[in-house]
């Protein structure tokens, strides 16, 4: 796993599974240095159920608030010049839970750059849903499912997907709720065998093969997760019956390795 972090120090996958490895066997130091990568690839992490239960979660939130500030080293570490650096700021903020810092950079990031990818006003729909105002977050969350159902612009990162479903779950949109919690399960599910697998076995799946399915939840975040509950319930009489026990099975997967059990 370490040379598989190595090959791909992009996959936010290998991060979380490595982190998890190295906490396991008792190396905390790079566990730490394992888990603050992944949350410096997708900052929402910190809010996640798998990362809020690590031991290391306090310092793992510390190295993230310090890594919002360390803008001189973004562009080496990330490989590419981050133009727009107030708008990573804002999410690392949002994640932290720094709201009216996340709105400000947010602002500051539309003003100067008049953003068009869908996932910018996901990210501004859920901070409006945090900051209370519903009505607003509701607005947007309507008009990026309509996009996406559309495919005007399609919304593909399943942690987006499941917190647009949660606003509009939580707003009575039951039916557009459902589509995006299913699209995001969907997405989950693929992102382990077109890059996880390969990248650390270097073959295609095996099907009895427990590796990619080591930490599949680790885009559920905290305040969605009573969202999945009803995405479960519902998908249990909608879907045919093996589509159903799949995605009850993946459910069940929630708290990470740990508590796993597979049935082959």
Not at 18 to 32: F, R
Not at 71 to 85: F, L, V
Not at 93 to 102: R, W
């Amino acid at each position: 796993m370490r040379h598989a972090a190595e090959s791909a120090p992009r996959n936010t996958m290998i991060w979380i599974n490595l982190g998890w490895m190295e906490e396991k066997v008792g190396d905390q130091t790079l566990a730490l240095t394992s888990y603050i990568n992944a949350v410096r690839l997708s900052p929402l992490l910190i809010k996640s159920n798998f990362i809020r239960k690590s031991t290391l979660y306090p310092k793992i939130l510390t190295g993230l608030c310090e890594w919002m500030e360390a803008e001189d080293k973004w562009d080496a570490w990330y490989e590419n010049e981050i133009i727009d650096k107030d708008f990573w700021r804002g999410i690392i903020a949002l994640s932290l839970s720094e709201t009216d810092l996340a709105i400000q950079n947010l602002n500051a990031s539309r003003d100067h750059y008049e953003p068009s990818n869908i996932n910018f006003y996901g990210y501004y729909a859920y901070i409006k849903q945090i900051n209370g105002d519903r009505q607003s977050a509701l607005r947007l969350a309507q008009d990026i499912a309509l996009f996406d159902q559309e495919g005007i612009q399609s919304l593909e990162d399943p942690c987006l997907l499941s917190i647009i479903g949660s606003i509009l779950h939580s707003n009575g949109r039951n039916d557009e709720a459902y589509r995006l919690f299913l699209k995001s399960y969907n997405v989950q599910n693929k992102l382990s065998e077109i890059y996880y697998y390969p990248t650390v076995h270097g073959q295609e799946m095996d099907i009895n093969d427990i590796s990619p399915l080591l930490i599949q939840s680790y885009y559920i975040l905290k305040d969605t997760n009573d969202d999945w509950d009803w995405f479960i319930g519902q998908a249990q009489q909608k879907e045919d019956e093996l589509t159903e026990k799949r995605i009850l099975r993946w459910r069940n997967y929630l708290n990470g390795i740990s508590e796993l059990v597979f049935i082959r």
